[in-house]
């Protein structure tokens, strides 16, 4: 039932998305077919559009699905050494072959996001204390790690600078011939929508998915999977973005619960608002220069995450 | 029938369970009783292939379990573990169908629909379908667990401590629901129990387990006396008939 005002949000969003930026351009010019107008909208602004709505959905899903499968509210990409990963993985793509297309670099990327996902899952199978706060405390040791590492060979190699972009979500530089890798998330998202039933089953524990006669494995490598890929694809176009596959399932699970049949499509939808709003935020707060957008993800994304966690108490 | 035969389980030396033979008859409750790490759960892990065992066979209607491939074998029998503390939000409803999952995969036909609603409706749960698993009391939660399993329609119900953490009233309930299976739709159910009474007033059959090996199995009057169950617990028992039920006292 609240699916419509969602989608209805989405779509006044985007429409204030496309018209907000340096170069005025109104509705009527695009309507007159006005030539730089229709040039800034397909150059720049519906890229700039298209990849926030894809990031957020993708983002979203992504930390709906590892929290599913890791039976943890916390865990989310960045807190379970995903995006880490992926980012060492671009790292090494760029020593390794520097020449190489966004397509091979991403694949090295997923590659990397892949193993980290897994190492995380495998030490959550190992950890006897399954404490509700320990499991993406040691996400969080395992990203820094792998963090570091990263650091460490960007300075032996000069790439801290290349390093930073991809630290940092930026929206800002999306053009035209330059997000277009973000489209593979589409298929993705429709794969996860697929399987939600035995995501949800899986996340009741391998016993009770045994019980109804899921293969839990196959499950989880397949869910982790489309999470280390959309992963990827969101760190090598736009960059990091905090907290998002963090709060939004976590915010949707509240009004719509746990079955992911019901909830995935409010969660897509609301990452995608949650990113929107939080881009033109950046835009307008200090016109007509941007503050990066994971500062302002950031910043919104604490303090929805206290009250999650305040409510959680009460 | 459930046959197991000479089923050998250790973890590093020590063996939980030690050449465990048995039959479990169709159409009856039968109890697994015994003393903590008798093997009773292990046993029910080991059949319902939740583990693997270290030797020994186990054959469901004359079929060795390892060759029946998953789904087949969530349709002739189902599982129900001891902790089922989910932190995961699903309405009553949710959980049912899920029991149907093994023969939908998520897509609920009108004959799926019929089971949920004779699950819910058997487990008492029709008020209580549309809330959620963590707004229900314990003895709810436990029912919509059981529903669950009901609505999954398999010949062969095993259940590890279900009375864990219930107050009487909840434990009496869910056992006549179970009593009910059995005399109605002809279920098979074997429950680990510790509460012997419980055992006592609604098995149709008791396997006492010691040290990983079955101690005495038989009827509720040849398990449920003095001299087998001080073997099996090693504490002082009274067996008394109270109106024409073993009651055990051992306080």
Request: aromatic share 10%; hydrophobic share 50%.
């Amino acid at each position: 039932m609240k699916k419509p005002y969602l989608l209805v949000i989405l779509i006044l969003l985007s429409l204030l998305s496309l018209f907000i930026g340096v170069r005025k351009v109104s509705f009527l010019d695009v309507l007159k077919l006005e030539n730089a107008a229709i040039r800034t909208m397909v150059l720049s602004r519906i890229p700039r559009l298209i990849s926030l709505i894809l990031a957020g959905m993708g983002m979203s899903i992504s930390g709906l699905i590892m929290q599913q499968l890791s039976q943890n509210k916390f865990v989310s990409p960045t807190t379970a050494g995903t995006i880490d990963s992926a980012q060492l993985g671009i790292l090494f793509s760029l020593i390794i072959f520097p020449a190489a297309s966004p397509l091979v670099k991403m694949l090295l990327s997923f590659f990397f996001a892949l193993t980290g996902s897994f190492l995380f899952m495998f030490i959550l199978r190992k950890i006897k204390l399954k404490n509700t706060v320990i499991i993406p405390l040691i996400g969080i040791m395992m990203a820094s790690i792998i963090g570091s590492i990263s650091n460490f060979f960007a300075y032996r190699y000069n790439l801290v600078q290349s390093l930073s972009s991809w630290m940092q979500g930026n929206f800002s530089m999306v053009i035209k011939g330059r997000y277009e890798l973000l489209y593979i998330s589409v298929p993705l998202v429709i794969l996860a929508y697929f399987y939600t039933n035995q995501f949800t089953i899986a996340g009741m524990g391998e016993d009770f998915a045994f019980n109804l006669g899921l293969n839990y494995k196959t499950i989880v490598n397949m869910g982790i999977s489309i999470v280390a890929l959309i992963s990827s694809l969101v760190v090598i176009t736009v960059g990091r973005i905090p907290f998002l596959g963090l709060i939004i399932p976590n915010l949707i699970s509240i009004y719509y619960g746990d079955n992911l049949r019901k909830n995935i499509i409010p969660t897509a939808l609301a990452g995608a608002v949650f990113l929107l709003f939080s881009d033109i935020l950046s835009r307008i707060i200090i016109y007509p220069y941007e503050i990066p957008i994971s500062l302002t993800v950031g910043i919104l994304g604490s303090i929805i995450f206290l009250y999650l966690l305040f409510r959680r108490k009460a | 029938m459930i046959e197991v035969k000479s089923v050998v389980k250790q973890y590093g030396r020590k063996r939980v369970l030690d050449n465990v033979s048995l039959k479990i008859e169709k159409g009856k409750i039968t109890s697994f009783i015994g003393p903590n790490g008798a093997g009773k759960s292990t046993l029910l892990s080991i059949i319902s292939r939740l583990i693997g065992k270290d030797g020994g066979q186990v054959y469901l209607d004359g079929e060795l379990v390892d060759g029946i491939d998953c789904n087949s074998f969530a349709r002739k029998l189902s599982i129900l573990r001891q902790s089922n503390h989910l932190n995961v939000r699903l309405t009553v409803r949710e959980l049912v169908s899920f029991g149907r999952f093994p023969y939908s995969e998520g897509k609920l036909r009108a004959e799926d629909l019929d089971h949920i609603e004779r699950a819910l409706e058997y487990t008492q749960l029709k008020e209580e379908a549309d809330k959620y698993l963590d707004e229900l009391s314990g003895g709810q939660r436990q029912r919509a667990f059981i529903a669950m399993v009901i609505a999954q329609d398999t010949e062969y119900i095993l259940l590890d401590e279900p009375l864990n953490n219930l107050d009487v009233k909840h434990s009496v309930e869910i056992m006549k629901i179970l009593r009910r299976l059995v005399g109605e739709l002809g279920k098979t159910v074997v429950i680990v129990m510790h509460d012997i009474n419980f055992a006592s007033c609604y098995s149709d059959y008791i396997v006492a387990f010691n040290k990983g090996q079955i101690v005495k199995e038989g009827n509720v009057e040849e398990i449920i006396n003095k001299d087998v169950l001080e073997d099996v617990y090693d504490t002082n028992f009274v067996v008394q008939d109270i109106m024409n039920r073993r009651i055990c006292f051992y306080y």
